[in-house]
Each structure stands twice: as structure tokens, then as C-alpha cells.
């Protein structure tokens, strides 16, 4: 006779392998899409006019061809374009970092007069649409002439009022035991941020670098207004480049579609545990 126990946990089995199937389920839904741009990436642009989307690979029609053409090609700059983005989100994404997890670390933990004020300032500056600010941010660069440079890229964003809200939220939750006692030990005030608040926030630091280095990786609107020739384009920017009223060459398009994606994958790779801990954690105020 099946006691009630017994069947708690026959329940428990089921409900965790319909979960399972669910999700996996989810995953193939995201992830096709992709598998069938890499498929196209690898076959000739005029079959994809004839063909369309295939989910399997043709071998008569395979080539890689597509790839040859972006690095070769003297009309295109896609090693230009992915040493730009590369550069602007390692920079945007260190300092970005450091930046936010300070301002968030002293409005978590220092009593200073006008902290609410500053903390209201930086929730109001999550609400303002970034289109707004395009305008007087353009005419600022221009007279301090950083357009087509990658200072023009990263200085107005370098700080995320986001990044700052996170990390003041994560390091509201730690206890300040940890700082008392290491001012007692006679620890400085840079000594308590790098040697232990920057460890006690590596889940926070390892979640917002993928949000941080995500963003960066795809800014699409603020380096199409700043940067002026082809070889300090960034890859979004450069990539839509290659599509023309006249004509477009879709394989190679989504050939360097492909490539982009690379990092972003790393990265998230590296820090995946973090990054789950971190939104888990940092989104509770302790």
C-alpha cells in the first residue's frame, strides 16, 4: 500500500521532471533562432533568396566563404569594428565597475549629510529616457571636441544610475560588522573597500559585469551619432552599415552576426555563478 509520504515525493519527482521538460522546452525556443543564423552564416547569400532559413546544413551548398569576406574584404572593417566594441566595453565595463560599486558602497554605508538626496537623484536619473539627454550630450562633445573618439563613447555613460542601485542595495545587506572591526584593527577606508567589501560583493560584481559588459557590447544609438569614419565604428553600428537599399550580402551580414556573439558568451560563462547569486542577493535589502 503506497503510504501518503510515498506519494509526496512520486509528486515531487513528476512536478521536478514536468519543470525539466518545461524549461528545456523554453531553452530550444531561445536558442533556435540562433542555430539557424549560424546554419545561414555558412551558405551562399543567393541561397538564402531560394531556400530561405534551413535548420540543416546543405554540404553541397556549405562554404565559408562568408567569413573569409569579412576580414578580407578592403570595404569592410569588421576587425576595425570588433577591436572598437572590444575596447570600449573592457573600458566601459572596469571602469564602469569601480565607479558604481564606490558611489554605491559609500551611500550603503556612510552617513553623510544630503545621502537621500543623492540616492533620490540616482533612482529619478533611472527613470529619464536616454533619447532626451542625446541632444545636450552631443552638443557638450562637440565643443569639447571628442567626437569620433572612444572618450566620446564612454564618458556620458560610464556611470550606470542602475549599477549604483544595485551595488548600494547589495552592500545595504552586509553586515557592518565586518567594517567595525576593521577599523579597529586600524584598516583605512580605501583598505575596508578593497580588501573586504570588494570581496564580500563579488557576486554583485560578477552580475552586473554581464549587465555592464551586455550593454556596452550592444549600444547601438549614442556611437552611431558619435563616431564619424568607418574604422571607429562599433560592431552594431558597423554591421548595420552593411545593409543597403541597393544591395545587401546577408550571409556575410549574419556571418559577422555570429562572430559578435562570441564574447558575450565568455563572459557570461566566466561569471554565470556570480551572476545568479548576485540578482538573487543584491536585489534583497538586508
Known sequence: MVTVKTRRKIKAIISKILMLIFFVFLAFLALLPFYAIVVASFAPSERLFIDGIRLNIDPKNFTLQNYITLFTDKTIYYWDWYKNSVILAVLSTVLGLFLSSVVGYALAVYQFKGRNVVFLLVIFLMMIPVEILLLPLFQMEVSMKIINTYAGVLLPFLVSSTAIF???????????????????????????????????????????????????????????????????????????????????????????????????????????????????????KG
Not at 560592431?235 to 558575450?264: A, C, F, H, Q, R
Request: one cysteine or more.
Open 166 to 284: 544595485f551595488f548600494r542595495q547589495y552592500a545595504s545587506g552586509i553586515p557592518k560588522d565586518f567594517i567595525d572591526a576593521a577599523r579597529i584593527d586600524g584598516c583605512t577606508e580605501y583598505g575596508i573597500y578593497s580588501k573586504i567589501m570588494i570581496p564580500l560583493m563579488k557576486p554583485a560584481i560578477g552580475a552586473m559585469t554581464i549587465l555592464l559588459a551586455l550593454s556596452s557590447w550592444n549600444h547601438f544609438i549614442w556611437p552611431l551619432i558619435v563616431m564619424r569614419t568607418n574604422d571607429m565604428l562599433t560592431l552594431p553600428v558597423g554591421l548595420s552599415s552593411l545593409i543597403s537599399p541597393d544591395e545587401t550580402n546577408y550571409s556575410v551580414l549574419l556571418s559577422g552576426s555570429v562572430l559578435s556573439v562570441l564574447p558575450v558568451i565568455i563572459i557570461f560563462l566566466f561569471n554565470q555563478d556570480s551572476f545568479i547569486s548576485g540578482l538573487t542577493v543584491g536585489g534583497v
